[in-house]
C-alpha cells in the first residue's frame, strides 16, 4: 500500500509539472529593445475643469489623425505577470527606466488568437496620420464626485455645502511619426488611469464638520521615442494591469510608411533622371 501512494504521489507529480510546462509561453522574438520612461503614482483624482467640460462627450471616445502617410495598429493586452516575464525573459522588473522592444510580427501574431480567446485584449484601434503630426485615442469615463465642501460661518448656524465635480479615467495615447532621413521613428506618449477607490465618502454630523474622502487614482505613464523596423512590432511596457497580478504591454505595429516610400521613390527617379542626362549630354 505505501508502494500505491508513493507512485500516485510520483504520477500526480509528474501531471503537474507536464502541465506547468505546458502552460508556460515560449519567449516572445525579441530583435532588440529600447528605453522607456515610466511614471506611475496613487493620487487624488483631478477634477475637469469647466472648458473640458463644455467639450461635451466627444472628448470622452475619441480618435484623431491627420493625413494617410503612417498606417498604424495599436493593440493592448493585460497579461498575468507570471506569463510576462516568460513571455520576456530579460526585461527589468521595476524601476523608472523600463525597456521596449521590437518583436517580430509573426511570432506575435501568432500569440494574439489565444489573448482573444482568453479575453487579454483590453483595447485595438487604427490610427493614421503625418510625419510630425500627433495620431491620438482616447477611451475615457466619466464620473461624479464631492470635490469639496463650501462652508459658511458666522452668527447662524455652521452651513456646509458639497460641491460636485467630475474626474475622467481611462487609456490615452499619442503617437507621433518621425522622418529623420530614410529613418522612420515613433514618439509615443501612453498614459493610464484607473480608479482604485469606488466612490468618495463625506458626511456632516453634530453641528461639525466630519470627514471626505476623495477617490484616488493610480495615474501611469510610458514616454519614449523607437525607430520602426520592418518586419516588427513595437511593444511597450509595462504597467500596472486593472486586475490582481497582472501588467499592460502595448504594441505598435507600422503598416504603411507611404510617405517614407513615396520620398525614396522620387529620390530613386530623380537620381535615374540625373544619371540619363549625364548620359545623354555625353
Not at 3 to 11: A, E, H, I, M, V
Not at 37 to 55: H, I, K, N, T, W
Not at 156 to 163: E, F, G, R, S
Not at 199 to 212: L, T
Request: contains cysteine; aromatic residues 4%.
Amino acid at each position: 500500500m505505501p508502494r500505491l501512494l508513493s507512485l500516485g504521489g510520483t504520477l500526480a507529480a509528474c501531471l503537474l509539472t507536464a502541465c506547468s510546462t505546458t502552460a508556460r509561453p515560449a519567449p516572445l522574438a525579441v530583435q532588440d529593445t529600447f528605453v522607456v520612461d515610466y511614471q506611475g503614482r496613487v493620487q487624488p483624482v483631478e477634477r475637469l475643469s469647466d472648458d473640458a467640460l463644455m467639450a461635451g462627450d466627444d472628448a470622452m471616445a475619441q480618435l484623431s489623425g491627420t493625413g494617410s502617410a503612417v498606417q498604424m495598429q495599436a493593440l493592448l493586452v493585460e497579461l498575468p505577470t507570471d506569463e510576462v516575464r516568460a513571455l520576456l525573459p530579460t526585461w527589468p522588473r521595476k524601476g523608472p527606466r523600463l525597456q521596449g522592444a521590437h518583436i517580430e510580427r509573426e511570432d506575435l501574431l501568432g500569440r494574439l488568437d489565444d489573448w482573444r480567446r482568453r479575453n487579454l485584449v483590453a483595447a485595438e484601434s487604427a490610427l493614421v496620420g503625418d510625419f510630425g503630426v500627433e495620431a491620438t485615442f482616447r477611451s475615457l469615463s466619466r464620473r461624479a464626485y464631492i470635490s469639496h465642501l463650501d462652508i459658511e460661518c458666522g452668527a447662524d448656524p455652521l452651513m456646509v455645502d458639497p460641491q460636485i465635480g467630475v474626474y475622467e479615467y481611462g487609456l490615452e495615447l499619442g503617437i507621433t511619426p518621425r522622418r529623420d532621413g530614410d529613418e522612420t521613428a515613433l514618439a509615443f506618449d501612453w498614459r493610464s488611469r484607473d480608479r482604485i477607490t469606488p466612490s468618495n465618502v463625506g458626511h456632516y454630523e453634530g453641528g461639525r464638520i466630519g470627514s471626505i474622502e476623495l477617490p484616488m487614482m493610480l495615474d501611469q505613464r510610458v514616454r519614449g521615442q523607437a525607430e520602426v523596423v520592418p518586419g516588427a512590432v513595437l511593444m511597450l511596457g509595462a504597467m500596472v494591469g486593472s486586475r490582481p497580478n497582472t501588467v499592460c504591454l502595448l504594441c505598435v505595429d507600422v503598416r504603411d510608411a507611404r510617405g517614407l516610400e513615396d520620398a525614396r521613390d522620387r529620390g530613386v527617379a530623380l537620381a535615374a533622371g540625373a544619371q540619363q542626362a549625364a548620359i545623354d549630354a555625353r
